[in-house]
T-cell receptor, first 117, second 116 residues
Framework: DTEVTQTPKHLVMGMTNKKSLKCEQH?????MYWYKQKAKKPPELMFV???????INESVPSRFSPECPNSSLLNLHLHALQPEDSALYLC????????????????FGNGTRLTVT | AQKVTQAQTEISVVEKEDVTLDCVYE???????LFWYKQPPSGELVFLIR??????QNEISGRYSWNFQKSTSSFNFTITASQVVDSAVYFC?????????????FGAGTQVVVTP
C-alpha cells in the first residue's frame, strides 16, 4: 500500500470548472511535490514545497494553483484548464528537500487521472 | 542536455527469462544519486533503489540486481527469472547539485512486457 494518498483517483472536468486534487502523507516528510505525467512520458515536475513553503514553481501556468495547508497535506487547485492539461497528476514526498544534493528518494502516490473536456 | 538516457523503449520477454535495462547518465558533479523507479499500469511510481556516486558496489535484492559502473556512466538493472507482475515501465533517474539543484531527472523509461 502506498504511503502517499491521492484523491480522487479519476476526475473529469470541463474547461470552466474549478476542482482540487488532494494529497496526504504521514511519514513526517519535509518536502512534497506535484508532478504531471503524459502518456508514455516520464513525470515532469510542477511544484516543490519544502517545510510547507513553495520553493520551486517550474513555470507552471497560473490555472494550476498549489497549496500546502500543513506538513501532511498538499492540494492542487485547478481552474479554467485546457484539454491538453489532461494527464496523470502525481503527488510525491521525500524526507528531505532536493536542494543541496541530499538525494532523498521520492515516494509517490497512485496519482489522479485527469480528463479535461 | 539530456542527463539520463534509457535507449530501450520496450523490451518483451517470456516469463522466466532474464531482462536487463540499460541506463546511461551524464553529470559534471562528483556527488550525485541514481535511482530506479517502477511504474505498473496502476500508475504509482514505486521506488526501487538509490545509489550514491561514492558507492559502486553492485546490489542484489531478490530477483533484482543493479550494476553501477562509473567508468562507463551506467547504472543497469537486471530482473532475473521475470514474472508477469514485472510488467511495467521502469525509469532511471539522476539527482545532482549542478544546474538542476537536486531535482530528480528522469530518463524516458523502458516498458517491460512479460508474457506467460
Amino acid at each position: 500500500d502506498t504511503e502517499v494518498t491521492q484523491t480522487p483517483k479519476h476526475l473529469v472536468m470541463g474547461m470552466t470548472n474549478k476542482k482540487s486534487l488532494k494529497c496526504e502523507q504521514h511519514m513526517g516528510h519535509r518536502a512534497m511535490y506535484w508532478y504531471k505525467q503524459k502518456a508514455k512520458k516520464p513525470p515532469e515536475l510542477m511544484f516543490v514545497y519544502s517545510y510547507e513553503k513553495l520553493s520551486i514553481n517550474e513555470s507552471v501556468p497560473s490555472r494550476f494553483s498549489p497549496e500546502c495547508p500543513n506538513s501532511s497535506l498538499l492540494n492542487l487547485h485547478l481552474h479554467a484548464l485546457q484539454p491538453e492539461d489532461s494527464a496523470l497528476y502525481l503527488c510525491a514526498s521525500s524526507q528531505d528537500p532536493p536542494f543541496g544534493g541530499i538525494g532523498s528518494p521520492l515516494h509517490f502516490g497512485n496519482g489522479t487521472r485527469l480528463t479535461v473536456t | 542536455a539530456q542527463k539520463v538516457t534509457q535507449a530501450q523503449t520496450e523490451i518483451s520477454v517470456v516469463e522466466k527469462e532474464d531482462v536487463t535495462l540499460d541506463c546511461v547518465y551524464e553529470t559534471r558533479d562528483t556527488t550525485y544519486y541514481l535511482f530506479w523507479y517502477k511504474q505498473p499500469p496502476s500508475g504509482e511510481l514505486v521506488f526501487l533503489i538509490r545509489r550514491n556516486s561514492f558507492d559502486e558496489q553492485n546490489e542484489i535484492s531478490g530477483r533484482y540486481s543493479w550494476n553501477f559502473q562509473k567508468s562507463t556512466s551506467s547504472f543497469n538493472f537486471t530482473i532475473t527469472a521475470s514474472q508477469v507482475v514485472d510488467s511495467a515501465v521502469y525509469f532511471c533517474a539522476l539527482s545532482d547539485r549542478t544546474d538542476s539543484w537536486g531535482k530528480l531527472q528522469f530518463g524516458a523509461g523502458t516498458q517491460v512486457v512479460v508474457t506467460p
